[in-house]
């Protein structure tokens, strides 16, 4: 593509060099670079990609954007200095992918918890009705079936206009995506042109870059000025009523949904089991029996918040139940791990305190025996939350394990101290064990006949970090290994 159609729409302050070249590649990590290449110089957390030009030059590029000014003495390097160079990788690369999101209806699902099951079920609404889907989010990318890992819940803009280019040309005709509030402020989906918008809640995360829960909900809000076509809001959630009053002055129509509050689409009648959770899905169209295979009230939630999205799109009643009850559960999202034993176990992904009270007042419902939780918080991130879950898993669990989960570059007996603190608060039985694999096999080990297992806060990860190391670490296999050696 020409250079000078990629950087249309640019804030461009200044210009060195040619636009008249062609460009065949975008990258913003120079040791991606090749031959006829644009590299966009970010400043990004760890790294500044302003210090990797020369690299990017040599490897091939032959087109520069920054943000701050540099000097480049090869006159055959086009330099490109902009207000802002995340802005501007969203752009070139929309404009590189020929905007790939105007080509198909964009659902963007953002808020703290339930994300990703949410997009799961509105996958399974939409192609029980054959209307052919993708997806993007945290447990990877999924385009005809196949699974594309990615690193971040929502990717970096140029890998999002990749997939959407690829969507489109598998003939994809919607895409369903995690917008995380990350993605928001860093401008990664900026040139996503949203249909849809869905907020799930809001509760505490992310403090450690957003800083105030203030700043973290302003945040999520940017999608909801983003969408074109409808809004659809949790108005059970205290921040979901706010969101409602703050765009209920622009032209996009809201849809509501909850268990509490009056709302466009609703539940009734629920009745929760070990297998589920059955409700009737009422909606300004009819109401319909839904028997969900996922347990737990905010299954329910996610439940109404993709339904709300098949009514938007004029589905059948019949087509959302039946899309609805397709869905058997999502990795790391209340998994139960087969054990055939006479104690369960169950991986969540709940790592933020809201999330953990969901999960077990989830599981408080039609637990039998014990609820043992093994537990940690993740390093290098919000520290005030720590103590937060220590008390919330204290307050529901009759025993606890608190270990280790992605210490990053902190010790992980301080992080697990941190935790404790709120443990201590509500006198819970609980036992530190740093490493995570022998907390799994203690847990189990130890279990009792109708014991609830919970390995809390990996959920889909099948790793664990340590510094700068990515270290295999899969609980589904430590559980079924474990078992084997008992068997033993």
């Known amino acids: 593509m020409e250079l000078e159609t990629l950087v249309k729409g640019l804030e461009i302050e200044k210009i060195n060099g040619s636009l008249d070249k062609d460009i065949v590649g975008i990258c913003y990590n120079s040791r991606e670079t090749k031959e006829k290449y644009l590299f966009v110089a970010i400043e990004g957390f760890k790294t500044d990609g302003h210090k990797y030009i020369e690299d990017a030059i040599k490897r091939g590029a032959t087109a520069i954007i920054v943000e701050k000014d540099v000097e480049i003495l090869d006159e055959d390097i086009t330099l490109i200095k902009v207000k802002d160079s995340r802005a501007s990788l969203s752009k070139v690369s929309s404009n590189f992918y020929d905007s790939p999101s105007k080509n198909m209806e964009m659902i963007g699902i953002t808020g703290t918890n339930g994300k990703t099951t949410i997009t799961y079920l509105v996958q399974s609404i939409l192609e029980c009705a054959d209307r052919k889907t993708g997806i993007i989010g945290t447990i990877g990318s999924v385009i005809n079936g196949e699974l594309k890992k990615t690193e971040n819940t929502t990717p970096e803009s140029l890998v999002i206009q990749k997939y959407l280019h690829d969507m489109h040309r598998e003939k994809i005709e919607y895409c369903v995506m995690e917008v995380s509030s990350h993605s928001l402020d860093l401008k990664r989906v900026m040139d996503c042109n949203f249909d849809v918008g869905i907020f799930t809640n809001l509760s505490r995360d992310h403090l450690d870059y957003h800083e105030t829960i203030e700043n973290y909900f302003n945040a999520k809000l940017k999608l909801f000025y983003m969408t074109s076509k409808c809004n659809i809001i949790n108005i059970d959630d205290f921040y979901g009523q706010k969101i409602v009053k703050k765009i209920s002055s622009i032209d996009t129509p809201i849809l509501t949904y909850g268990i509490r509050e009056s709302s466009d689409i609703y539940a009734t009648n629920i009745e929760y089991h070990s297998r589920g959770v059955d409700f009737v899905l009422n909606t300004p169209k009819g109401s319909i029996d839904i028997n969900l295979n996922i347990p737990g009230e905010f299954s329910i939630y996610n439940s109404l918040a993709a339904a709300s999205c098949g009514y938007f799109y004029g589905i059948e009643l019949e087509t959302i139940k039946n899309g609805l009850e397709a869905v058997k559960g999502v990795k790391g999202r209340f998994e139960l791990v087969p054990t055939d034993r006479d104690f369960t176990v169950i991986i969540d992904f709940a790592h933020t305190p809201d999330g953990l009270e969901k999960v077990l007042t989830a599981i408080e419902k039609f637990r039998e025996g014990r609820i043992v939780v093994v537990f940690g918080a993740g390093g290098n991130r919000d520290k005030t939350k720590r103590p937060i879950m220590g008390e919330t898993v204290g307050k529901y669990a009759d025993f606890l394990i608190v270990t280790s989960d992605n210490p ?81």
């Open 408 to 488: 990053r570059y902190e010790e992980p007996e301080e992080i697990i101290d941190d935790v404790v603190e709120g443990v201590k608060k509500v006198n819970a039985n609980y036992i530190k064990i740093v490493d995570r694999k022998e907390a799994i096999e203690y847990a189990i080990k130890n279990a009792k006949p109708k014991d609830i297992i919970l390995l809390a806060g990996k959920g889909h990860e099948t790793y664990t970090i340590i510094k700068d190391n990515i270290i295999p670490f899969d609980e589904r296999q430590i559980v079924l290994d474990t078992l084997k050696k008992l068997d033993n």
